[in-house]
């Protein structure tokens, strides 16, 4: 006998991966420790678009009006901010730096020998 799987119920009872990040990310503590790791990374890879998703799933979990309130502490154009978070627009390094401070954070970033 063959069970069958009801792909409609599995994805109707499935919480989604933004949804789990934003309730998960809730922990000021959690955020920190998601973006340590994700600039860890992407200090070893590269990948600014996925460290930039870090930054949105964070900012997400902060709540509604956090895209308005970072711009405004930043002094950036909240359009911009909008187009860096959803990966429409590439941000400089001075940028992606000026996010983590902008989040309240800070970073120490050593260079070691190949």
Known sequence: MTDNLDIEKI????IKHDD??????????KQRLWLETNLEEFVKDGNIDA????????IKARGRGAI????????MDR??????LNRK????????????NG???TYNIKLQSA
């Open 89 to 100: 627009k590439t941000p400089r390094i001075d940028t992606v730096f000026k996010l983590i």
């Open 68 to 75: 308005t309130a970072l711009a405004k502490d930043l002094h």
């Open 20 to 29: 789990y990040m934003e309730e998960y990310l809730q922990d000021p503590e």
């Open 51 to 58: 460290f930039i998703r870090s930054l949105q799933y964070v």
């Open 79 to 84: 359009s911009n901010l909008s187009e860096i």
């Open 103 to 105: 989040l309240g954070y």
């Open 11 to 14: 994805i109707a009872s499935s």
